[in-house]
C-alpha cells in the first residue's frame, strides 16, 4: 500500500504508519506481484500469457505490479494503478464537453470523449418515438457544456469510439450536488452504483470511471401510458417549453437547504479521504467516516485534515482486526 501524501508531525506520521502495517498485514498478498516477479502456473500445458506478463527462460514474468487473475488457462496481471478501462454495462458519470450534430461528447476519464448520441437517450416529454430535426435543434435545452450526466456505457463502435445510453429516468442530469474525481481503480464494480442515503437526504452515484456525484435526493416518476396517449405532439412541445421556463423560476426560488449541503460536503470529503489513504471507496465506509465526523462534532474542512486522515485509518485498522477475531 502506497503512503497518502500527507503534511504530518513525527507523532502522526508514527499512527498512520502502524495502522497501515496493521492493514497490510490483514490483506491478502498471495497473488499480488510487482515487477520481475515469477508467476507460479504449477507447470501446466498450455498456459495464455495475458496482459502484464512475460515468459522469461520458461518462467512467466509480471510485467506490470497488481493482482494476478486467471480465467481458465489464461493468466495475466491486473494492474491497480490504472487509467479507466470500460466495459459494457459500466455506470459512469461524465461532464459533457461538447454538442455536436444528434450527439453530445463527454469527458469521463478515459484516453477519449464518449459519445451519448440524441436516439440513445429519454427526451423530457417521455415519450418513445423518432428524434426529429426539432429535437436535433433543441438538444441544448436537455444537455449543453459543462453539464454534468449519469449514463451507461453501452459498447464500442467500429470506429473505436464509446457510446453512451441514458433510456431510464434514473439516468440524466445531476444537478444540486458536486462531482468528485478519484483514482478508478479505487471503485469497484458493484450490482448497485445508484444510492439514496435517506438519513442524509442525499444521492451518490460511484461511477466506475472514478467519477462520483454527490447530490440532494431527486425523485424520479415516469409518466403513465394513459397522459402519454393523451398528448398530442403540440401540447407535448408547449409542455416542454412550458416545463424550461418554469424550472428557471422554479431553481431561482428553491434552494438546498443547509443541512443537506452539509452532508453533501461531508460525504464528498469522506470520499476524498479514502482516496487519499488508499482505501477501496464503498457506500459503507463512506457512511461511517461520515458518522464519524458527526460523532466527534469535527467541521467539515476538518475532515480533509492530517488528524482526521490518520484517525480514518486507525479506526479502519482496528474494525478490520475486530472482523478477523470474530470469525
Not at 491486473?78 to 453530445?104: C, F, H, S, T
Not at 476519464?109 to 459519445?115: G, H, I, M, P
Not at 412541445?237 to 421556463?245: D, I, Q, Y
Amino acid at each position: 500500500m502506497r503512503g497518502p501524501q500527507l503534511s504530518l508531525n513525527q507523532t502522526q506520521k508514527l499512527r498512520l504508519e502502524a495502522a497501515l502495517e496493521k492493514l497490510e498485514s490483514f490483506s491478502s498478498k498471495a497473488n499480488s506481484v510487482t515487477v520481475a516477479d515469477t508467476i507460479p502456473v504449477n507447470y501446466e500445458d498450455g498456459v495464455l500469457k495475458g496482459h502484464g506478463t512475460s515468459e522469461i527462460d520458461g518462467s512467466v514474468v509480471a510485467t506490470v505490479c497488481g493482482v494476478v487473475e486467471r480465467v481458465n488457462k489464461l493468466v495475466y496481471v491486473r494492474a491497480l494503478r490504472a487509467r479507466y478501462k470500460p466495459e459494457i454495462g459500466d455506470i459512469i458519470v461524465g461532464r459533457v464537453n461538447e454538442v455536436a450534430p444528434k450527439r453530445w461528447r463527454l469527458e469521463i476519464n478515459f484516453s477519449q470523449d464518449a459519445v451519448l448520441m440524441l436516439s440513445s437517450m429519454n427526451l423530457p416529454d417521455g415519450i418513445q418515438r423518432r428524434r426529429t430535426a426539432v429535437d436535433e435543434l433543441n438538444m441544448r435545452c436537455i444537455f449543453e457544456e459543462g453539464d454534468v450526466i449519469c449514463a451507461e456505457v453501452r459498447g464500442f463502435q467500429h470506429d473505436g469510439s464509446l457510446h453512451l445510453q441514458a433510456r431510464s429516468q434514473k439516468y440524466g442530469k445531476l444537478e444540486r450536488g458536486q462531482m468528485l474525481t478519484v483514482p478508478p481503480y479505487l471503485v469497484k464494480r458493484r450490482k448497485q452504483h445508484f444510492h439514496h442515503l435517506d438519513q442524509y437526504g442525499i444521492d451518490l452515484i460511484l461511477g466506475c470511471n472514478g467519477f462520483i456525484w454527490v447530490g440532494e435526493h431527486v425523485n424520479t416518476k415516469d409518466p403513465t401510458e394513459e397522459e402519454q396517449a393523451s398528448k398530442s405532439e403540440q401540447e407535448q412541445v408547449a409542455t416542454k417549453l412550458n416545463r424550461n421556463a418554469a424550472s428557471l423560476e422554479e431553481q431561482e426560488r428553491t434552494y438546498t437547504p443547509l443541512e443537506t449541503r452539509q452532508n453533501i460536503c461531508r460525504m464528498a470529503n469522506a470520499a476524498r479521504v479514502l482516496s487519499t489513504l488508499g482505501f477501496s471507496i464503498t457506500v459503507e465506509l463512506l457512511i461511517e467516516i461520515v458518522n464519524l465526523s458527526i460523532s466527534l462534532k469535527s467541521d467539515i474542512r476538518e475532515m480533509l485534515g492530517s488528524e482526521f486522515c490518520v484517525l480514518v485509518a486507525e479506526v479502519e485498522a482496528e474494525r478490520r482486526s475486530a472482523k478477523i477475531k470474530k470469525k
